[in-house]
């Protein structure tokens, strides 16, 4: 009797905070569950926080596999922004219960990792629900940790912008100098150092 072929498992992979001034780089893998599609999956930045509440929640609950991890700010100025990217997402996929025959990342470079069938997407977010599930729960998982910074670190209004350097956030940055959570590295915050 002919055995019958195992459905590869594909992971999608984005990140969420490169651009910020503040906090870490976070990226998530999610391997879904095509017996349990979800509808709506998009880039989560067209999407109403409402939603991405929404569509977190299914993902975590219907998706076979996903895993959050993060580089930290020190690592950000450390190794730089884009490896630090790289390192979030490594750390996200050898972080899933179950390994992926193939990983799929938004974007247009690829974290270093031995063993795995890797494809490269820019602006896969928009065409790859599982890319599209990954940046869902990178940017819940952001947001949530630029709330508590916000908490710590009121006199940055962390909780409006995100740590994305706005004009609210330079000119908090500049009354209030430079917190233990901003990014040296980034121009803004070296020029006040």
């Given at each position: 009797m002919?055995?019958?072929?195992?459905?590869k498992?594909?992971?999608?992979?984005?990140?969420?905070?490169?651009?910020?001034?503040?906090?870490s780089v976070v990226?998530a893998a999610?391997?879904?569950?095509e017996?349990y599609?979800i509808?709506g999956?998009?880039d989560?930045?067209?999407?109403?926080v409402s939603?991405r509440?929404?569509?977190e929640?299914?993902?975590k609950q219907?998706?076979?596999a996903?895993a959050?991890?993060?580089?930290s700010q020190?690592?950000?100025?450390?190794?730089?922004?884009?490896?630090?990217s790289?390192?979030?997402?490594?750390?996200a996929v050898l972080g899933?219960?179950l390994?992926?025959g193939?990983?799929?990342v938004d974007g247009?470079?690829l974290?270093?990792?031995?063993?795995?069938q890797?494809?490269a997407i820019?602006?896969?977010?928009?065409s790859?629900p599982?890319?599209?599930?990954a940046s869902i729960?990178?940017?819940?998982?952001?947001?949530?940790q630029?709330?508590?910074?916000?908490q710590?670190?009121?006199?940055?209004?962390?909780?409006r912008?995100?740590?994305y350097p706005t004009?609210l956030?330079r000119r908090?940055?500049?009354?209030?100098?430079v917190?233990?959570v901003h990014?040296?590295?980034f121009?803004p915050?070296?020029?006040?150092?």
């Amino acid at each position: 009797m002919d055995e019958i072929p195992i459905a590869k498992l594909v992971a999608g992979v984005d990140e969420a905070g490169r651009g910020p001034l503040a906090g870490s780089v976070v990226a998530a893998a999610v391997i879904l569950d095509e017996n349990y599609p979800i509808d709506g999956l998009t880039d989560s930045k067209k999407l109403s926080v409402s939603r991405r509440a929404s569509l977190e929640l299914q993902i975590k609950q219907r998706a076979k596999a996903w895993a959050i991890a993060e580089s930290s700010q020190l690592e950000v100025d450390e190794i730089n922004i884009l490896q630090a990217s790289l390192l979030a997402m490594k750390r996200a996929v050898l972080g899933l219960d179950l390994k992926p025959g193939q990983v799929l990342v938004d974007g247009n470079r690829l974290p270093r990792l031995d063993g795995y069938q890797m494809l490269a997407i820019v602006r896969g977010d928009m065409s790859e629900p599982c890319i599209s599930a990954a940046s869902i729960l990178a940017k819940q998982y952001r947001d949530r940790q630029m709330l508590e910074l916000d908490q710590l670190y009121p006199q940055y209004q962390f909780a409006r912008h995100k740590g994305y350097p706005t004009e609210l956030h330079r000119r908090m940055l500049k009354e209030h100098g430079v917190s233990p959570v901003h990014r040296r590295s980034f121009r803004p915050v070296r020029e006040l150092l």
